[in-house]
C-alpha cells in the first residue's frame, strides 16, 4: 500500500493489491497517509506460498480488473472510511 | 492538541478509555489535566513541543500526549526524561518506526539505560530486570508502548500486524548492570560520556536464554560461552539467521560477562567473535527457507548479522548460567539498526506537589 502511495504521489497509474488479512491495514495506512481513496484490489489472502499455478490463477482472475483500474476505467475495491471493510467489489 | 474527557469519575474514565482502545488491555492511571501537567513538568519541556509525526497513523508527538501516556504507564514523574528519551529514539528515521509498528513479525523496541539515571529513577539491572515487579522498569516501557499506541496509532490487527507479538509489547525496558560489567557502560560505545545518560534501542524479538556453565579449569571456556551465544544469534527460526542483517542485543548476565573479562576479552572482542562465529551453511538455509536466500555453495558460511556492530553486547540479569540473546526483525529501509538519544535532565524544574 505505501509503494501505491508512492507512486499516486507522484501521479502515477497505481492499483494495489491488498489481501484480505490486510485489508484494514491498507485502509489505515491510505488514510493515514492522506489518500483513502488510492486504487487498491482485494484479493484472498494468503498469496506467497501458495505454489506458481495458484499465483498465475490469481494473477489471470485480477488482470482485466487491474488494468481496468490503472487505465482509469475503475476505482477499485474501495473501503469503507468508517471500518476499512470492502463495500464494493 | 489533546481533547478532554468528562467522565462521571476515575471508574467510568477508565471504561472509555478502555472502550475507545486507549489502553494495553490492562488498567490504566487516568490522565488528569493535574496528572499530566506535574508529567509536563518534570520533562522540563514545554507541553506543546512536537517531536514529530508518530507512525503509522503520523500522530503529532506533543509533549502532552508523552505525558498523558505516562501517566496512564503509572509512571512517576521522575520517570519522564526517561520516557521522553525513549521517544526521541524510536522517531530517529532510521529506527523505521513506521515499519516496526506495522510488520507481521513480533519485534518491538527494547530499551537498555545506562547513566545516573538508572539511580534515580531505581530502573533494575539485575534479577527478572524484564519481569514483573519493577515500577519503572514497568512503567517507562508501557509509556512507551501506550505512546506507540495512542500516537502513532498502532493497534493489533489493523495497523500493528504482529502475527502473534510478545510480551515485551506490553512494556520492554531494562537498566544496564553498569557496576557489575567488566566493560565501560553500553552508551560509551557510542560517545556518549559516563555522566551523560543515554536511552539505546534495538528492535528485537523476546529475549532466548542462553544457558551456558563456566569451567574455570578449561581455558577454553570463554570461547564456548562466545559459541554458544553465538549458536542461539544463529538460530534459524530467526529472520536475522534467513534474511541476514539487523542489529541483535545480547545481554550477559554479571557471572558469563566476567568470565569474558577475565578472559582479557572487551565488549568489543565479544562483539567480533560472536559476529565471527553467528553463521549458517548456505544449505541449511536454503533447505528451510528457499525463497530467502541465493543459490550457491552449499557448504559456504553465511553471516548471521552484518557485522560486530551489529551485535549489541550489554550486562544484566541476576548472576547465574543464564544469558540471553534478542533476535532481530532485520528488515526495513534501514536495515533494523540501534538506535540511542541522551536522558535530557537538566530542563527539570520542581513539580510544585513535591516542594517541602
Not at chain 1, 509503494?3 to 485489508?23: C, K, N, P, S
Not at chain 2, 554458544?228 to 539467521?241: Q, Y
Not at chain 2, 533476535?327 to 538519544?341: E, K, L, T, Y
Request: aromatic share 4%; proline share 8%.
Amino acid at each position: 500500500m505505501r509503494d501505491g502511495i508512492e507512486m499516486a504521489r507522484r501521479d502515477r497509474a497505481v492499483a494495489a493489491l491488498v489481501t484480505d488479512q490486510f485489508w484494514p491495514q491498507g485502509h489505515f495506512v491510505a488514510k493515514s497517509n492522506g489518500m483513502p481513496q488510492v486504487p487498491r484490489v482485494r484479493i484472498p489472502h494468503p498469496v506467497a506460498g501458495t505454489g506458481h499455478a495458484a499465483m498465475a490463477n490469481l494473477a489471470a482472475a485480477i488482470a482485466p480488473r487491474l488494468i481496468a483500474v490503472l487505465r482509469g476505467e475503475s476505482p477499485g475495491d474501495q473501503a469503507d472510511p468508517n471500518d476499512g471493510q470492502t463495500v464494493a467489489v | 492538541m489533546t481533547a478532554l474527557l468528562d467522565a462521571q469519575d476515575e471508574a467510568a474514565a477508565l471504561e472509555y478509555l478502555h472502550a475507545n482502545d486507549c489502553t494495553d488491555g490492562l488498567p490504566v492511571v487516568i490522565p488528569t489535566p493535574e496528572r499530566v501537567e506535574r508529567m509536563v513538568l518534570a520533562s522540563g519541556l514545554d507541553a506543546d513541543i512536537d517531536l514529530g509525526p508518530m507512525g503509522p497513523g503520523g500522530g503529532a508527538t506533543t509533549i502532552a500526549k508523552i505525558a498523558a501516556n505516562a501517566v496512564m504507564a503509572g509512571c512517576l514523574p521522575d520517570y519522564m526524561p526517561v520516557v521522553v528519551a525513549g521517544i526521541n529514539a524510536i522517531l530517529q528515521p532510521a529506527f523505521d518506526l513506521t515499519e516496526v509498528q506495522g510488520t507481521t513479525h513480533s519485534i518491538a523496541p527494547l530499551m537498555i539505560v545506562n547513566g545516573p539515571m538508572i539511580a534515580g529513577c531505581d530502573i533494575a539491572s539485575g534479577f527478572g530486570a524484564l519481569g514483573p515487579g519493577h515500577r519503572a522498569n514497568a512503567s517507562i516501557g508501557r509509556a512507551v508502548r501506550l505512546c506507540m499506541m495512542n500516537i502513532g496509532g498502532a493497534r493489533p490487527g489493523t495497523s500493528d500486524m504482529a502475527l502473534l507479538g510478545h510480551p515485551g509489547k506490553f512494556s520492554f525496558c531494562l537498566a544496564e548492570d553498569e557496576a557489575s560489567s567488566p566493560w565501560e557502560p553500553l552508551a560509551a560505545s557510542y560517545g556518549y560520556a559516563a555522566e551523560q545518560s543515554v536511552v539505546t534501542i534495538v528492535g528485537t524479538e523476546a529475549p532466548h536464554s542462553v544457558v551456558f556453565v563456566n569451567d574455570a579449569d578449561d581455558p577454553d571456556s570463554p570461547q564456548r560461552l562466545l559459541r554458544a551465544l553465538a549458536r542461539v544469534v544463529a538460530n534459524t527460526g530467526s529472520n536475522n539467521a534467513i534474511l541476514r542483517g539487523g542489529t541483535v542485543a545480547i545481554a550477559l548476565n554479571p557471572e558469563h560477562a566476567a568470565v569474558l573479562g577475565k578472559a582479557g576479552l572487551d565488549r568489543s572482542d565479544a562483539q567480533k567473535r560472536v559476529a565471527a562465529l553467528a553463521t549458517n551453511p548456505r544449505g541449511l538455509v536454503r533447505s528451510l527457507n528457499p525463497g530467502f536466500g541465493r543459490d550457491g555453495d552449499p557448504d559456504e558460511e553465511l553471516s548471521s548479522v552484518d557485522g560486530p556492530d551489529n551485535v549489541v553486547v550489554f550486562v544484566a540479569g541476576g548472576s547465574g548460567l543464564y544469558s540471553a540473546v534478542f533476535p532481530s526483525w532485520a528488515a526495513g529501509a534501514h536495515g533494523n539498526p540501534v538506535v540511542h538519544a541522551p536522558i535530557e535532565t537538566d530542563q527539570a524544574c520542581v513539580i510544585p506537589s513535591r516542594v517541602e
